[in-house]
């Protein structure tokens, strides 16, 4: 417990790394060009539970697309084993400095879900290795795609990935006479550099409606700031409306079978993201069938949008885990270092295998596929294409 006075230094100290952050922001430049990279260099993190079984299938359909460019040269898979719950409790690190060296010699990152210790764990605060990733990575657009077609559903959310209720996460604090902080935070650069990336996603892909999500309702200063901020980011925008919701009607909305086909973009700061990807992600078929990339100017990393699901493992069933996260988390990256043609196959095959055929089903249970023979039907699909 903090007293007022260390409660005062805290806000101090918060506000002190705020202030080199947003400095930081300013002083980075424009996106790496992949294009111009002799090597490009995919690491890999299987993560924990159920992580390394659909993270192998993934990385096995994208060396299958990429085998060419693995050949000559041009694109590398590196293993970044290290980052277990295990090595974080035993470093007492998010992210063992070790594997953050090793993540941060690559351009791009496809990760396993990460196992976070919750309130029941009683060794020290240790952070997300997700939050912590996309923080020193600055990885600041979490952009979430969720599609059903036979239901005119095509969403893409831009989630804040660096703010927010996140941004501080683990400094929340207890004071006294029983009182709990804890910290969001939104900066006008911060906001403006997801909000241009929603915008630009829009323009380039022929959408006309992007849905500012908040609650600037109640919560003004920092709400209010992200949606004021994205109004403005909208007017270098004319041919785009945009169109600023509440949270709560948002998330009514997308469950309205009449109104819902009608969200294109929708830009978000980090709580609101999470909460409404998964919701999103269930009319897909539930977040098991959901990726997710995590966008930064240097780095980049490809994810599911779920957790570990470490019971699947404690009952012996994490072999029949669904890996569709994970290899739509290798489209999104595939897309994102340009490779547009085998994009188009791989989420081809995935809707093929996923929808349209549906040779195999994947249960999570003995009665479904196994992980890898569900990869191995999607590449079996993209070679038939
Ligand atoms: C997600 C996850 C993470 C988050 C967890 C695992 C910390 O739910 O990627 O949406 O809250 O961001
Ligand atoms: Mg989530």
Not at 223 to 241: H, N, Q
Request: charged share 25%; with cysteine; proline share 3%.
């Amino acid at each position: 417990m903090l007293s007022n006075e260390q409660a005062r230094q805290k806000m101090d100290d918060i506000l002190d790394r705020q202030k080199k952050r947003v400095a930081a922001m300013r002083a980075q430049g424009d996106f790496v060009d992949y294009a111009t990279l002799d090597k490009l260099i995919i690491g890999v993190c299987g993560g924990d539970g159920i992580g390394p079984v659909i993270t192998k299938v993934s990385e096995d359909v994208l060396r299958f697309l990429l085998a060419d460019d693995v050949k000559a040269g041009k694109v590398e898979f590196r293993t970044i084993d290290g980052l277990t719950i295990e090595n974080r409790i035993a470093t007492g690190q998010a992210i063992p400095a070790d594997v953050l060296a090793e993540l941060k010699a690559c351009h791009i990152v496809l990760k396993g879900p990460t196992t976070t210790p919750d309130s029941s764990y009683t060794g020290p605060n240790i952070e997300s290795a997700n939050v912590a990733m996309r923080r020193e990575l600055d990885l600041f657009a979490n952009v979430r795609p969720v599609k059903v077609p036979a239901q005119g559903i095509d969403w893409t959310f831009f989630r804040e990935n660096t703010e927010g209720a996140y941004a501080v996460g683990s400094l929340g604090f207890e004071a006294e006479d029983g009182i709990s902080v804890d910290f969001t935070i939104t900066t006008t650069d911060g906001t403006r550099r997801i909000a241009k990336l929603a915008f630009e996603y829009a323009k380039n892909n022929g959408k006309t409606h992007v849905a500012i999500v908040t609650k600037a309702n109640v919560i003004k200063a920092t709400d209010g700031k992200f949606l004021s901020v994205c109004g403005e980011v909208a007017e270098d925008y004319p041919g785009i409306t945009a169109e600023s919701w509440y949270a709560d009607i948002m998330t009514a909305k997308l469950v309205d079978e009449k109104r819902r086909r009608d969200f294109q973009v929708m830009v978000l700061p980090n709580l609101y993201g999470d909460i409404i990807t998964d919701e999103a992600a269930e009319f897909q078929g539930g977040v098991g069938t959901a990726g997710s990339a995590n966008i930064g100017k240097r780095y980049a990393m490809f994810e599911a949008i779920h957790g570990s699901a470490p019971r699947m493992v404690a009952e012996g069933r994490d072999i029949y885990a669904d890996p569709c996260s994970m290899l739509r988390a290798g489209v999104l990256l595939l897309r994102h270092i340009g490779k547009m043609a085998e994009a188009a196959r791989m989420e081809r095959a995935l809707d093929i295998c996923m929808f349209d055929e549906k040779k195999l089903a994947v249960t999570g249970r003995d009665t479904g596929a196994t992980s890898a023979a569900f990869g191995q039907y999607v590449m079996d699909t993209i070679a038939a294409l």
